[in-house]
């Protein structure tokens, strides 16, 4: 899911944009697209016509964290991981990374991961 994640975002761009105020003139500007959750044939005709496809620039963390509260529960984790691994596994793997047991993964837990190899 976050594979897919990561390539929708990067096509989604016919919503808003980010307002961004110009250092040196104080006047905004349009800034980074806003997506608004559904790619139009259009957005992927632009897309496929791209000779260079831009990616999402979120990290991991941030594209697992559907919910965008900042911290992973074990839905969420188990987007990280192949559908092939058994549910059971993933989320012994979540439990032993829960260093404070919260049921919650921070991004500071959530760092150990390269350690596990996901």
């Given at each position: 899911?976050?594979?897919?994640?990561k390539?929708?975002?990067?096509?989604?761009?016919?919503?808003?944009?980010?307002?961004?105020?110009?250092?040196?003139t104080?006047?905004?500007?349009?800034?980074?697209?806003?997506?608004?959750?559904?790619?139009t044939q259009?957005?992927?005709?632009?897309?496929?016509?791209?000779?260079?496809?831009?990616?999402?620039?979120?990290?991991?963390?941030?594209?697992?964290?559907?919910?965008?509260?900042?911290v992973?529960?074990?839905?969420?984790?188990?987007?990280?991981?192949?559908?092939?691994?058994?549910?059971?596994?993933?989320d012994r793997?979540?439990?032993?990374?829960?260093?404070?047991k919260?049921?919650?993964?921070?991004?500071?837990?959530f760092?150990?991961?390269?350690?596990?190899d996901?």
């Amino acid at each position: 899911m976050v594979e897919v994640r990561k390539r929708f975002l990067a096509i989604d761009v016919s919503g808003d944009f980010d307002v961004v105020i110009d250092p040196e003139t104080q006047i905004e500007t349009q800034g980074d697209p806003i997506p608004v959750g559904f790619v139009t044939q259009e957005e992927i005709k632009a897309y496929r016509a791209l000779e260079t496809k831009p990616k999402s620039t979120l990290t991991k963390f941030e594209l697992a964290d559907f919910d965008g509260d900042g911290v992973l529960d074990p839905i969420e984790f188990r987007h990280l991981v192949s559908p092939k691994v058994p549910i059971k596994n993933t989320d012994r793997q979540f439990k032993r990374l829960d260093l404070d047991k919260s049921l919650l993964l921070t991004k500071s837990e959530f760092r150990k991961i390269k350690a596990l190899d996901l």
